[in-house]
């Protein structure tokens, strides 16, 4: 299986990390499998960053095989919905972004991408247009964001990455982040919700 990740997909994380340019296409890159972390396992934080930040995210899982398929019938090729974590070694990646080097090693070391058990969607084009999701942060609300809010939809990511990759079932695509990102330590505990529905909860270890 593949884990297809978008960078840069709201408006309001692009602001706090200072990108002012709009991505005129999804800006996307890879995690291996490595990276996943389930049925809420915790999380051991890394020794070689000095600075792990969460980015929490609407993940779609991937329910048919497709290849260049069109912005119409992308809805038709995903069918439940969860929330993830993408950890990001920050040091690491400010590094490599400063130097133009790749930073694929900020983003997909070893279970850097926990995720929650996934909700079925409805069968319906519109079925992801708006999906409330969240984070807590040792119970205190720390990420709140919508789908509609992003800036290529679900639909357009599929659109465009099946361009490149052909897309398998139990592939799952993390869409991107919004405002509200921060440092996790020992002891921290994250739980994510789709609305009011909890669907991850892990410590960090």
């Not at 049925?39 to 991937?62: A, C, M, W």
């Not at 361009?163 to 440092?183: N, S």
Request: aromatic share 12%; no cysteine.
């Amino acid at each position: 299986m593949k884990i297809i990740a978008v960078g840069w997909n709201y408006q309001s994380h692009n602001a706090e990390m200072a990108q002012q340019e709009l991505p005129q296409a999804p800006v996307v890159f890879t995690m291996p499998e490595t990276s996943l972390l389930k049925d809420g396992k915790p999380f051991f934080l890394p020794q070689f960053s000095n600075r792990i930040e969460y980015e929490t995210e609407l993940v779609f899982h991937i329910s048919r095989l497709g290849k260049n398929i069109a912005p119409k019938f992308a809805h038709r090729y995903y069918d439940s919905v969860t929330v993830g974590i993408d950890f990001t070694a920050r040091d690491i990646q400010a590094e490599a972004r400063r130097t133009g080097n790749p930073w694929d090693i900020s983003k997909g070391f070893d279970y850097s991408a926990p995720i929650g058990r996934f909700v079925p969607l409805p069968e319906m084009p519109s079925k992801a247009d708006n999906i409330e999701f969240s984070m807590r942060l040792n119970g205190v609300p720390a990420q709140q964001g919508n789908s509609r809010d992003m800036i290529f939809s679900i639909d357009r990511i599929i659109a465009y990455v099946s361009q490149f990759y052909t897309l398998k079932i139990g592939d799952i695509i993390f869409t991107g982040t919004p405002a509200g990102v921060g440092p996790v330590k020992i002891g921290d505990h994250i739980e994510g919700f789709i609305g009011d529905t909890r669907v991850l909860d892990f410590f960090v270890k």
